[in-house]
């Protein structure tokens, strides 16, 4: 096993988009373990667009990623030498080890590290449709926008690791589903492979009354749910569309993590259509995680639920992956295999 642990640093906090001097790699020494800790070779590195927002020296759901500390993110890896008797060389663990290709912790502390199960869900699903973003879309859709067999259900960003779930689940209780993606491949992907009934790609109108007739299109009966990932026009379209008591799950707004304003056109339709607009942080309802997984693991594992991975490989790799996630270049879940 090495010695040495190559990790990644946020060097500075970005003005506006993000670019590779807010990075640094560094090198450091790994000490021998204490009583209670465990080491885990990272496997697979989580990235993530909350993780933009944390950039920032700004008021916000959580703390600040502090500078010169390793860049926060979900990781999977195995067990290279445990001091801990819950913990064995070999597991294969959960948690959130950051950028870097090993992490040191107490694993007394509950729920620092998961032991999950390999033998029918690949160990890179555990970041993806069997992890956070698997429960982010099971309790947005759920929870808040709670739908009804007949009913339309929008997802912007649908070919992503959260959008490409919560459609797949929206179709197995009976909804149409429609999303919203960049791109032909990734719409043809979206309808094609993971079973919605329309997908429009944004990029191809230019404004908002373009965008709100190709939602009239896709939706005829209007959108009972929105799934939020994206804001900006997108939001403006659906609001444009959206059904009296309509819900909005508001997930993500990732066309303002740049620091810009996002304005809403015509927001007193929340208040003509009577429609529910709730933000939520999955973190906060631990308590669904054990029926979420539960179900998402099931059909993973039967492969009723599927999912697309993007790969980088390497640590070094992280930052351009990550940009290019800012930027939609991703492909499903991006990931950053280390090893």
């Keep these: 096993m090495s010695t040495i642990n190559r990790q990644i640093v946020l060097a500075s906090r970005p003005k506006g988009e993000v670019t590779p001097d807010n990075f640094r790699l560094v ?5 021998p373990l204490a009583d209670g800790q465990v080491r885990v070779r990272n496997h697979f590195l989580s990235l993530d667009p909350y993780m933009r927002g944390r950039m920032n020296d700004s008021k916000s759901y959580a703390a600040s990623q502090p500078l010169d500390e390793v860049m926060i993110g979900g990781t999977v890896g195995e067990v290279v030498e445990s001091r801990n008797a819950g913990f064995a060389v070999g597991d294969k663990v959960v948690g959130m080890g950051g950028w870097q290709e090993y992490q040191t912790v107490d ?15 690949p160990l890179s699903a555990y970041l993806g449709a069997v992890g ?30 959260v959008g490409s779930v919560v459609g797949q689940l929206a179709k197995a209780r009976g909804c149409r589903a429609v999303g919203l993606a960049g791109g032909a491949d990734k719409c043809r992907y979206v309808v094609e492979e993971l079973g919605f009934d329309a997908c429009i790609d944004y990029k191809q109108h230019a404004d908002l009354k373009s965008l709100s007739a190709a939602l ?89 639920l599927k999912f697309r991975e993007s790969v980088a490989l390497g640590l070094p790799a992280a930052p351009e992956a990550f940009m290019g996630l800012l930027k939609g270049r991703n492909f499903g879940k991006q990931l950053v295999k280390l090893i």
């Design 27 to 31: 090198e450091a020494a790994l000490a």
């Design 107 to 121: 694993a007394s502390q509950r729920g620092v590290l998961n032991k999950v199960d390999t033998t029918h869900i």
């Design 132 to 161: 956070m973003p698997g429960v982010t879309a099971w309790y947005g859709l759920m929870k808040i926008i709670n739908p009804k067999a007949g009913e339309t259900v929008v997802v912007s960003a649908a070919s992503g690791a």
């Design 216 to 304: 009239k299109e896709a939706c005829p009966n209007g959108i009972d749910g929105y799934f939020e990932n994206v804001g900006g026009m997108i939001l403006d379209a659906v609001l444009l569309r959206a059904n009296a008591f309509s819900r909005i799950a508001m997930c993500g707004m990732i066309s303002g993590y740049d620091g810009q304003p996002i304005p809403m056109a015509a927001p007193q339709l929340i208040l003509v259509n009577r429609m529910k607009v709730e933000g939520f942080i999955v973190s906060e309802h631990m308590e669904v995680w054990p029926e979420a997984l539960k179900e998402l693991g099931g059909l993973v594992a039967t492969g009723k």
